[in-house]
């Protein structure tokens, strides 16, 4: 191995129910990284969070034939920086360093791998890793505070309002009756925080709504009842960190009634279309409302921006935030930047860069606290 090789760890796989379309995300990603560039490791996540290392680890994992890998993690401990590797010695288990690494891509879309708790791992840890850093991933999440914060920064959402799984189990009815308030049918219920449009429904009257809540209900704590919109779907990607750029705008097509999980991946109807075919003025305007959106909760690295366009009136609303889209190589967000003049290969040059820039700038910051100084000066 020649040691001037940039060492990445790309994980995937993980916990949360969007383990396949990370494995296919990260299919398409290991096939792109340059050999002459990096040295890469592959770190599967199992459904029940083992990370595990050793020959085709993807294709493992697709096999569902993990038996001969090696458990490892990473300790948050900075001066312990590398992949270990757990043995079990009786009832002991014992860790070993078996490698280390420059940057980290997380592949890994949902819970645990999207939503800031892996990368707050990566904080403690001292490890560069590409993407949001932990505010701007659990913001970017869950469905309700993100709306909340596009609000506080004038961007238009959809009506929506959060129900706590908890208050289900008193009084559903009451429940009902104020998610009814929140506009009128159809309303979309959706859990917090998930994605790939998993526990998702369209309901069309109270007995729909009913179901729609207790679905959502199973994947989240938190759940969203929102305002539908009869609306095309439009998509921008962004790319950066203190300074993103966003693509040229993409139209999804979906063969549903709505862009639903089957719709997603396994309907050969949907459709993408770049460009979107709306008219350059709107397209700009909604690239810059793209990036004001990235900026206002802090995201770095990457998101795909998603917006809702009214059939009707026109008017535009900003739907959701993702921090690690879908990237396989026929994934919108790799598809607009490849359409903005950024392919595929370089786009993942880009992204382990920033990824570094990221790092050096969080490592200016202090953390030290010269109390003295200031005593000083009111002494
Ligand atoms: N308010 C809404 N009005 C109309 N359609 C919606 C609305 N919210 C979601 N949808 C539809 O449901 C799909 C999934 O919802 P979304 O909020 O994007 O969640 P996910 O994170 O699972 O992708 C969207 O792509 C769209 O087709
Ligand atoms: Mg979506």
Known sequence: MSTNKLRVGVMFGGRSSEHEVSLMSARSILSSLNPEKYHVTQIGISHEGKWLVGDHVLESMLSGKTEGLTPVTILPAPEQKGLFAMQKHGDKTVIEKISEFDVVFPVLHGSFGE????????????????????????????????????????????ES?????????????????????????????????MGSSVGISKCLNRSELYEGILDAARYDCRILVEEGINAREIEISVLGNDKP???????????????????????????????????????????????????????????????????????????????????????????????????????????????????????????????????????
């Open 115 to 158: 939503d800031g708790t892996l990368q707050g791992l990566f904080e403690l840890a001292d490890i560069a890793y590409v993407g949001a850093g932990v505010l701007g991933s659990s913001v970017g999440m869950d469905k309700g505070v993100f709306k909340d914060v596009m609000r506080a920064n004038h961007i238009s959402v959809a």
């Open 245 to 379: 750029k966003a693509s040229i705008a993409g139209e999804i097509v979906p063969a549903a009634e709505f862009y639903s999980y089957e719709a997603k991946y396994h309907d050969e109807r949907s459709k993408l279309l770049i460009p979107a075919p709306i008219s350059e003025a709107l397209m700009n305007e909604m690239r810059d409302i793209a990036i004001k959106a990235y900026k206002a909760i802090d995201c770095a690295g990457m998101a795909r921006v998603d917006f809702l366009l009214d059939r009707e009136t026109e008017t535009f609303y900003l739907n959701e935030l993702n921090t690690i889209p879908g990237f396989t190589q026929i994934s919108m967000y790799p598809k607009l930047w490849d359409a903005t003049g950024l392919p595929y290969a370089d786009l993942l040059d880009q992204l382990i860069s920033l990824a570094l820039e990221r790092k050096q700038e969080r490592d200016k910051t202090s953390r030290e606290y010269q109390a003295y100084k200031i005593r000083g000066k009111s002494d």
């Open 161 to 193: 309002r959060i129900f706590l799984r908890q208050d289900l189990e008193s009084n559903i009815d009451e429940i009902i009756d104020q998610a009814e308030l929140v506009a009128k049918y159809p309303l979309f219920v959706k859990p917090a925080n």
